[in-house]
Every structure is written in C-alpha cells, then in structure tokens.
T-cell receptor, first 115, second 114 residues
Framework: GDSVTQMEGPVTLSEEAFLTINCTYT??????LFWYVQYPGEGLQLLLK?????DKGSNKGFEATYRKETTSFHLEKGSVQVSDSAVYFC??????????????FGQGTILTVHP | DAMVIQNPRYQVTQFGKPVTLSCSQT?????MYWYQQKSSQAPKLLFH???????NEADTPDNFQSRRPNTSFCFLDIRSPGLGDAAMYLC?????????????FGDGTRLSIL
C-alpha cells in the first residue's frame, strides 16, 4: 500500500536558519503530494501541493518539488521565523485503486524555531 | 470566513456516556471526512461520506458512528466512550475524491474522557 516517511524530529533551529524536512513516499500510480502544517491546538492547514512530477509547490516562503525519480517531496524554507514553529505533515493522495483519494500521512515533524 | 467549522472546540464527557461532535462546512464540498488524532501522531481516518454514501475504514471500532443529514453537516457519534478515545477529532472536506484535490480541515474538537 501507499506510505509516506518523514525525517525524524524534532527539528530545532535559530531564526533565519535554512530549513529542510525530508519526505519520501511509496505509491502506485501518480499520486498528488501535499504538505500540511498544524499549529498548537489547531487543525491542519494546507501549506502547499504538487500534482505531478517536477511540479514545485510554494507558499509563505516554503517550497517543495515533486521528484518522481527519487520519490521525494522535501520541504524547504530559506529563512525560518519563530512563527513557523509547528508540526509539519507530508501526505499523498492517490485516486487510483482502492484508495478512493484517501490521504496517507507521514508521522509528522515538530519544528521549533528560537529567536 | 471559516470554511470548516467544528463544535465544540473542547468536549468533556464521562466514561461510557454517549457524545456527539459536529462539523459544518460552507465550501459545498461533496466529501466529508472524520479523523482521530492522538498526541504527537498523524491523523487516522475513521470514515468518510461521498455525498450520502458512507465509507467506513476497516479498523474503525463499532463504537464510532457518523451521520450526514445534508451536504453542510456531518456528525461523529461515540456510543460508549472509553479512556482510549480521548483525542483530537478532525473533520475535513474535499471537492471529490480525485487525487489532486486537497482536503480542508477544521480546527478540531479535543475530547476528554473522565
């Protein structure tokens, strides 16, 4: 079945540091890939998405590129802020087979940014 | 302009006492989902409605039920909550089940069991 693996956390950075959170996936067919962010006590917010190979999703300074050859969708930001502290989930959605568009999540990565 | 609204944000119930969580949406999406999220874990899909068609996940306990009286509203009923059911419950919606359509989440209801 489909699966998503995120880098082990938590990640702790100083403000203005460069961020990378690794995400790799296993799926049949051609899934769409997503990054969601969850702030403390809140639901998940869609951060960015990519629907086909080589697509780059971007939002609020975050970027991720859909790499089919390496089955990866790593999240990057050039300069993090304290307000970026949250849990980040990589996810895929596959319309094919029996998955009926079910979201498959990675385990989440806790990011803490210090001033 | 909240789009997926969950009420209440915090719910406390007693062990074994039925509880209902509610979700409404202003997006007119035809698919609605219920997830359970325990601390420091990814959300776990319980079931979803595709229009009026109910789809249960194979490992969702029988204790969990859902109702969708119309497009805008969906309810999660827990018939006899146990201590292990304490969690954040997230409602989400999407326009169709196509792979490229993102799911839009509410802020969740945090359920505590006394």
């Amino acid at each position: 079945g489909d699966s998503v693996t995120q880098m082990e956390g938590p990640v702790t950075l100083s403000e203005e540091a460069f961020l990378t959170i690794n995400c790799t996936y296993t799926a049949t067919g051609y899934p769409s890939l997503f990054w969601y962010v969850q702030y403390p006590g809140e639901g998940l917010q869609l951060l960015l998405k990519a629907t086909k190979a080589d697509d780059k999703g971007s939002n609020k300074g975050f970027e991720a590129t859909y790499r089919k050859e390496t089955t990866s969708f790593h999240l990057e930001k050039g300069s993090v802020q304290v307000s970026d502290s949250a849990v980040y989930f990589c996810a895929l959605r596959n319309a094919g087979g029996t998955s009926y568009g079910k979201l498959t999540f990675g385990q989440g990565t806790i990011l803490t940014v210090h001033p | 302009d909240a789009m997926v609204i969950q009420n209440p944000r915090y719910q406390v119930t007693q062990f074994g006492k039925p509880v209902t969580l509610s979700c409404s949406q202003t997006l007119n999406h035809n698919v609605m989902y219920w997830y359970q999220q325990k601390s420091s874990q990814a959300p776990k899909l319980l079931f979803h409605y595709y229009d009026k068609d109910f789809n249960n996940e194979a490992d969702t306990p029988d204790n969990f039920q859902s109702r969708r009286p119309n497009t805008s509203f969906c309810f999660l009923d827990i018939r006899s909550p146990g201590l292990g059911d304490a969690a954040m419950y997230l409602c989400a919606t999407s326009r169709g089940r196509g792979g490229s359509q993102p799911q839009h989440f509410g802020d969740g209801t945090r359920l505590s069991i006394l």
